[in-house]
């Protein structure tokens, strides 16, 4: 919000968008080494809200192989204060594509065709798998494996997740109040698959590790809000908004994922202000808080200003909400816009990036993305969306220690807020707006 003041944005604020009832949790320190047959440090981080370890702990490591109940029995009495290996769920894949890419004419092409319901979003290729004990999915050996666990209370569970000697960060289950978690760390597949391998050979595999956690209550979901007012007597109260989530996942510093997208909002509104037109409509940025908790900040706004979900019915700011355009694709530069299956963007679009012509922007793709805060408003209909992004590393870093700022390309950045500076003031210009798409029938308060 400082940052906004000091830009000379009237109306800067914070915005409480949600209670928190997880609460705060924060890693203090982290240390992980296999220290027997042979000693090797490892890029650890841990799983957020899990617990911590009784200071430093070394211990023999055990892999828990359980596919049946019987299984369960051997466990019995051997993990306790144990460092424990959760099984691979998936090994490694070689990538024969370069890690980042500017989007070639063939791709933009494929993307500006008419595929209907196809996602396109670009997270599926590296996520972390979640940890899957039994492949057959029987529920009940899942629950028995989870007791064995609260009882036996191992010291610490390991899992191996991201790649490229890097960890990606996950989360475990927790509500404010809960017992703490059993710690749980987080290794990159090599380094989880090699003890794996070892073990699987009867190498006896010791490791040390600490853990230090805290967990924090009186937690709320806030976000950052400023804008440019609007100046027609009719359309003032209408609104563009332009926004990223300033929230990230430890480990890295978040510096693609998105404080890419928020200094680039930033950038576009202090153009905006600086060459010193006078929207018709309000241009108002958002930085969201607690996108990856589940979208909290966008949805508290939109609950709060635009729709009435337990009523199901929308609230004023609704008629008044004119766009919304997110960034969190990790720094690359826009090379288009997904126009989430909504005919009615596209004469819009079309127009205002007429404006840009000199510029290597302009693919309308007629497709959906997923993931991020667009979604909160397109879930009631309301025209948000998404851009076609150059892949630049973004799959292989987001939500990994490698999210830091060594990893943007700044002149990419600057590119991008004149996208939005041109897009926004666009929209808040036109003498009409991109109506409301249909709500489906299946649109119930449950859907989140
Ligand atoms: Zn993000």
């Not at 890097?166 to 927790?174: A, D, I, K, L, N």
């Not at 892949?391 to 807020?417: F, K, S, V």
Request: proline share 5%; hydrophobic share 40%.
């Amino acid at each position: 919000m400082e940052k906004l003041e000091s830009l000379n944005f009237p109306n800067a604020r914070i915005e409480k968008a949600a209670d928190f009832p997880r609460g705060g949790w924060d890693n203090l320190k982290t240390y992980a080494a296999m220290t027997a047959p042979y000693y090797c440090n490892f890029t650890a981080i841990p799983k957020a809200w899990s617990g911590s370890t009784k200071g430093l702990v070394t211990s023999e490591v055990i892999v828990l192989s359980i596919n049946t109940s019987e299984d369960i029995e051997k466990y019995q009495g051997k993990l306790r204060d144990k460092i424990v290996l959760m099984p691979a769920t998936s090994g490694y894949e070689m990538q024969f594509t370069p890690f980042a890419s500017r989007q070639t004419d063939e791709r933009l092409a494929q993307l500006s065709t008419d595929l209907r319901f196809q996602d396109s979003g670009s997270r599926s290729q590296f996520q972390a798998q979640p940890i899957v004990i039994v492949a057959s999915g029987a529920m009940g050996l899942q629950q028995r494996i989870r007791t064995l666990l609260e009882q036996e209370k191992p010291a610490v569970l390991i899992s191996g997740g991201g790649a490229f000697n890097v960890p990606r960060s996950t989360s475990v289950s927790y509500r404010y109040g809960d017992p703490e978690p059993v710690a749980e760390l987080i290794l990159p597949v090599e380094a989880h698959g090699r003890m794996i391998r070892m073990i699987n050979e009867n190498i006896n595999v010791s490791m040390e590790v600490e853990i230090k956690n805290e967990f924090y209550d009186n937690q709320v979901i806030n976000n950052v809000i400023a804008e440019i007012p609007g100046t027609d007597a009719k359309l003032k109260d209408e609104v563009v908004l332009i926004g990223g989530h300033l929230d990230s996942w430890h480990g890295g510093t978040g510096a693609a994922d998105n404080a890419s997208g928020c200094i680039v909002m930033i950038e576009a509104l202090r153009i905006i202000q600086e060459i010193g037109v006078k929207p018709r409509r309000t241009i108002r940025i958002a930085l969201w808080g607690g996108e990856e908790q589940g979208l909290i900040g966008s949805r508290g706004y939109m609950e709060n200003n635009l729709y009435n979900v337990r009523e199901n019915k929308p609230r004023k700011g609704f008629e008044q909400f004119a766009l919304y355009l997110n960034m969190d694709n990790g720094s690359g530069k826009f090379r288009g816009i997904y126009l989430e299956e909504n005919d009615m963007a596209f004469p819009f679009f079309r127009q205002w990036i007429s404006a840009m012509e000199a510029m290597d922007f302009g693919v309308l793709s007629p497709r959906k993305t997923s993931g991020t805060d667009h979604q909160s408003f397109d879930r009631i209909g309301l025209p948000a969306f998404q851009f076609i992004q150059d892949n630049l590393e973004y799959n292989r870093g987001y939500h990994t220690p490698m999210d830091t700022y060594e990893r943007l390309i700044i002149t990419d950045l600057q590119y991008n807020a004149a996208v939005i500076a041109c897009l926004a003031l666009s929209a808040a210009m036109d003498n009409g707006k991109i109506p409301p798409k249909p709500l489906s029938s299946n649109f119930s308060t449950q859907r989140r």
